[in-house]
T-cell receptor, first 115, second 111 residues
Framework: EAGVVQSPRYKIIEKKQPVAFWCNPISGHNTLYWYRQNLGQGPELLIR????????DSQLPKDRFSAERLKGVDSTLKIQPAELGDSAVYLCASSLDSSGANVLTFGAGSRLTVL | DAKTTQPPSMDCAEGRAANLPCNHSTISGNEYVYWYRQIHSQGPQYIIH???NNETNEMASLIITEDRKSSTLILPHATLRDTAVYYC????????????FGTGTRLQVFP
């Protein structure tokens, strides 16, 4: 079974440029998460989807970040325009649902460097 | 969700048991303890979780104290591939979206 697939693995851009990350969760997983991980820190939740609905985006910087999960499967996270402080690893995770003793499966992440 | 405290780093000899402690003194009755690990350049990987009882799976054992204020993750025979950052996380069943990671314990397994 394929795990959570993310692309690109690495992206280098100049500040003020746009960037997008794509995530394909495990088949059948209804809940999808985007996390951001700064160097030396643990991952921090940006947004959580239940199917196509964003049910928790309280930590998403909405002035420059956006996300979508149109058909309740794949998801895209966009940053426009990027700032130097956005350099981080962006992790996507999925789970069957968000109830009970839920286990998240993470992708390998997309490492963003903003110059 | 309860805050967890872990030592920043630990060493372990290959083949020996690695015992990783976690303090969660403010944990409430409905909060599970989860352990994930993150190998360099990979996403976090689920290891094990528990509520009250000790748990064991093919990867590790989880020992939770009777008062639930602390727990220990045990890797019975550590290998070089177990070198990673290990995260101890408490997570309430009613607030299951908030998997809050700390900074974890960096485990170095040496030959």
């Amino acid at each position: 079974e394929a795990g959570v697939v993310q692309s690109p693995r690495y992206k280098i851009i100049e500040k003020k440029q746009p960037v997008a990350f794509w995530c394909n969760p495990i088949s059948g997983h209804n809940t999808l998460y985007w996390y951001r991980q700064n160097l030396g820190q643990g991952p921090e939740l940006l947004i959580r989807y239940e199917n196509e609905e964003a049910v928790d985006d309280s930590q998403l910087p909405k002035d420059r970040f956006s996300a979508e999960r149109l058909k309740g499967v794949d998801s895209t996270l966009k940053i426009q325009p990027a700032e130097l402080g956005d350099s981080a690893v962006y992790l996507c995770a999925s789970s069957l649902d968000s109830s009970g003793a839920n286990v998240l499966t993470f992708g390998a992440g997309s490492r963003l460097t903003v110059l | 969700d309860a805050k967890t405290t872990q030592p920043p780093s630990m060493d372990c000899a290959e083949g020996r048991a690695a015992n990783l402690p976690c303090n969660h003194s403010t944990i409430s009755g409905n909060e599970y303890v989860y352990w994930y690990r993150q190998i360099h350049s990979q996403g976090p990987q689920y290891i094990i979780h528990g509520l009250k009882n000790n748990e064991t799976n093919e990867m590790a054992s989880l020992i939770i104290t009777e008062d639930r204020k602390s727990s220990t993750l045990i890797l019975p025979h550590a290998t070089l591939r177990d070198t990673a950052v290990y995260y101890c996380i408490s997570r309430a069943t009613y607030n299951t979206d908030k998997l809050i990671f700390g900074t974890g314990t960096r485990l170095q397994v040496f030959p």
